[in-house]
């Protein structure tokens, strides 16, 4: 079985910093691409960053120079740091993983969602 548990959301002034962690566990032969999502009351999901197994990313036009995704295959765990916040950034966040299980299992998972609020 497979869990995908997030951490480090929270409240934060406009300007200021928070990073989110997304951790996997379980049985896990690797993880090809992760990602991080977010949607803000009445609109929809969107994608904010992405990093493929490579090590390549991909970013919101919205985030660009602001936000740096980055991944420890290690510990099956993808990060989201976010900087220079402001409040169109608030939203819940949830990350994405592409796991491969084993040889011919391949699944896609969702975290639990984390709040994060910026305050003008």
């Known amino acids: 079985q497979v869990q995908v548990v997030q951490s480090g959301g929270g409240l934060v002034q406009a300007g200021g910093s928070l990073r989110l962690s997304c951790a996997a566990s379980g049985s896990i032969f690797s993880i090809k691409a992760m990602g991080w999502y977010r949607q803000a009351p009445g609109k929809q999901r969107e994608l904010v960053a992405a990093?493929?197994?490579?090590?390549?990313?991909n970013y919101a036009d919205s985030v660009k120079g602001r936000f740096t995704i980055s991944r420890d295959n290690a510990k099956n765990t993808v990060y989201l740091q976010m900087n220079s916040l402001k409040p169109e950034d608030t939203a819940v966040y949830y990350c994405?993983?592409?796991?491969?299980?084993?040889?011919?299992?391949?699944?896609?998972?969702w975290g639990q969602g984390i709040q994060v609020t910026v305050s003008s």
């Open positions: 990093i493929t197994s490579g090590g390549s990313t």
């Open positions: 994405n993983l592409d796991l491969v299980l084993t040889t011919y299992v391949r699944n896609n998972y």
